[in-house]
């Protein structure tokens, strides 16, 4: 429960699941007008639909594209020599490089 003499409020880090949002006025006096609500689901952001992979001089850069694009959404990348097949591998297996929308690996 959160109360604010603001006409916004924002809330920050909210945990994947479905929430449900009810607002009701409340002025100087304390009376309160009817509430309204809303459902909304926090969903973790889609895969890429492709992935453009660059190659440059001793360079490759990999940049994931969404099929809506979205500005807020970073990729975590990963690297490994060999092919990991099952993507549950991917932590253990691979080599974790950074975050952001794209990467370029030299070398």
Known sequence: TARTAETTYRFRQL??????????????????GDPASVSFRINAPAKPATIE??????????????AVYDPT??????????RITNT???EKSARYLGTGSQWTVQG
Do not use: C, D, H, M
């Open 53 to 66: 992979l660059t190659p440059g001089y001793f360079q490759i850069t990999a940049v994931p594209r969404l």
């Open 15 to 32: 945990a994947l699941g479905r929430y449900t949002l009810t607002v009701r006025a409340v002025n100087a006096r304390g009376q309160q």
């Open 88 to 90: 549950a591998q991917v």
């Open 73 to 82: 959404v970073q990729f975590e990348f990963w690297f490994s020599e060999k």
